[in-house]
Each structure stands twice: as structure tokens, then as C-alpha cells.
Nanobody
């Protein structure tokens, strides 16, 4: 059974830093591309960053060098380091392979506010 468990969110002031973690299970993690996505109420889930099995990374334009995605294949885990956070980054963050057959997890809430 494929499962994603996200953690590490919270309330942070503008300019602050958070590190999100994703524990994955139920599939051959090291063989899959992993991504982080986010969603705010009333909007569609949007792409944030992705990391390929060999380590290549791609980021959404709005990241603008502030975030860093990484993975630990031995731990079946993916991470998103977020720096210089802005109020517009407030959202529920999810990790996934992006496969339609893989269900979304509960996500982790990130709130950027003073």
C-alpha cells in the first residue's frame, strides 16, 4: 500500500525557514521521481519541486532559489528545505510521485505570517 506521510510544517514569520520531510512506503522509492506540491483553499494543487532518482532537480518559477529538494533513498524519504519564506507560501504541502495510482497523503500545513 503506497503511503506518504508529510511533516515539518508550522507557523513561521516572513523570511523564516522550514524543513519539510516526507516518509514514503509501499513502492520502490529509489526508482521513482519524487515531488513536492502545495495547495491553498479554493485553488488547484500546484507543483513546487521535483527530484529524479539520479538527483536532478526542477523547481517552479516562484521558488526563485529559495527552496531545495533532496532525497534519501536509504530512508525512503524526501525533503524540502524552504528559506526566505513569504506569506504567499502559506499552503498545505504534499509529497508524491505524481502517479495517479498513488494516493495523496494528509500534507503538512505551512503558515507564513507575522
Amino acid at each position: 500500500q503506497v503511503q506518504f506521510v508529510e511533516s515539518g510544517g508550522g507557523l513561521v514569520q516572513p523570511g523564516g525557514t522550514l524543513r519539510l520531510s516526507c516518509e514514503a512506503s509501499g513502492f520502490a522509492f529509489s526508482s521513482y521521481t519524487m515531488g513536492w506540491y502545495r495547495q491553498t483553499p479554493g485553488k488547484q494543487r500546484e507543483f513546487v519541486a521535483t527530484i529524479f532518482p539520479a538527483g536532478k532537480t526542477i523547481y517552479a518559477d516562484f521558488v526563485n532559489g529559495r527552496f531545495s529538494i533532496s532525497r534519501d533513498n536509504a530512508e525512503n524519504a524526501a525533503y524540502l528545505e524552504m528559506n526566505n519564506l513569504k506569506p504567499d507560501d502559506t499552503a498545505v504541502y504534499y509529497c508524491s510521485t505524481g502517479r495517479t495510482s498513488h494516493p495523496w497523503g494528509q500534507g503538512t500545513q505551512v503558515t507564513v505570517s507575522s
